[in-house]
């Protein structure tokens, strides 16, 4: 039920029924007004005093000039590179984010595509339901257990990635702004550096500016015909013309990919190659941690507006 003296909410997502049901009972929601009826959200906006975003949604500061009286962006998603946190701030918005509660999914799918892209997991089922297995067997794939794995960017999810593969006994090194002292893994400060050294690259640092095309041309040729790469972090991270030339010309052995440039698009240079795992950004995506999501970006919200203290703010707001 939605109350007319409920706090006015935009969602500038299509959020799933368990977090839009407890928000439409708290709150007045407004879902995607700006993009469906400019009009009618014109005459909204001035009461609008909260954003609920998912991880891929853009926030910019011109959505946010259109709102004076917002305060809140909360995100469900640990990622916010969609949100103009400095527009957010310079207006005094804080945002929030749902970190730790994905942590144990995205590393699990981690795992799973580097198992798929070495293993030919997908390749070696579209060949079973075609038939082929008849005319002979698969080509080999490659042992993942052992080898040397690359972590680009080691925060909470790296480090759960890192401790998963310990149990198939890979060698872990890792690139990030500045080693870890408490960690046991080789550091390496480039990319460059890392890829030359490793099997297998995993990416799972945030987005945005700071990480645009961090994996390039020069990255992809280091790792070398021999390396994976696993993309499990945002499309930006990784320059997706560079790496459709290396797969396509053996500079690499493969990739497999969560996270894409330009979603829900995929080239069809990437769709054509059979060197290549992709699935359509799953990372969070089971029942259990998207409801843990949920619960958690909605307690951002409550404590908001119970003016108790924000239970993950990121951190610029902090
Ligand atoms: C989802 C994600 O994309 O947490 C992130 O940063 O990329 C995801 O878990 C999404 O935000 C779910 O709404």
């Known amino acids: 039920m939605t109350h007319s003296s409920a706090p006015d909410v935009l969602a500038v997502a299509n959020l ?3 977090f839009l049901d407890p928000l439409r009972a708290a709150f007045t929601v407004h879902l995607r ?3 469906t009826d400019p009009a009618a959200f ?35 998603g640990v990622g916010y590179d969609g949100v103009d946190v400095a527009a957010a701030k310079a207006r005094g918005v804080v945002v929030t984010h749902t970190p730790g509660v994905l942590n144990d999914d995205v590393a699990d799918l981690a795992i799973a595509l580097m198992l798929a892209v070495s293993r030919q997991i997908a390749l070696a089922d579209r060949y079973v339901r075609a038939g082929t297995w008849t005319s002979g067997p698969l080509p080999l794939g490659r042992k993942m257990s052992g080898a040397r794995l690359g972590i680009v960017g080691m925060g909470r999810i790296g480090q759960a990635i ?3 593969a310990l149990a198939f006994g890979m060698p872990v ?86 996270v894409f440039e330009n ?8 769709r054509a190659l059979d060197n290549v795992v992709l699935v359509p950004h799953i990372g969070s995506a089971t029942t259990q941690t998207r409801h843990a999501m949920a619960a958690r970006a909605f307690a951002n919200l409550e404590a908001h507006f119970a003016g108790q203290p924000l239970p993950s703010a990121v951190p610029e707001c902090r």
């Open 16 to 18: 799933s029924p368990f």
């Open 33 to 35: 007004l700006h993009e």
């Open 42 to 76: 014109a005459q909204v906006a001035p009461r609008i005093v909260a954003i609920a975003a998912s991880g891929e949604s853009k926030v910019s500061a011109a959505l946010m000039d259109q709102l004076p009286a917002l305060k809140i962006i909360s995100v469900i």
């Open 162 to 164: 890192a401790q998963r």
């Open 173 to 258: 090194a890792y690139t990030a702004r500045s080693a870890k002292a408490d960690l046991p893994y080789a550091f390496h400060a480039t990319p460059r550096e890392l890829a030359a050294a490793s099997d297998f690259l995993v990416v799972i640092t945030p987005g945005g500016a700071a990480t645009r095309k961090l994996i390039n041309a020069e990255v992809l040729g280091a790792l070398g015909p021999k390396g994976y790469l696993v993309n499990v972090a945002r499309g930006s991270v990784v320059d997706e013309t560079a790496l459709i030339e290396a797969l396509q010309q053996g500079t690499i052995a493969g990739a497999a990919l969560d």
């Open 263 to 270: 979603e829900p698009n995929v080239p069809e240079a990437l």
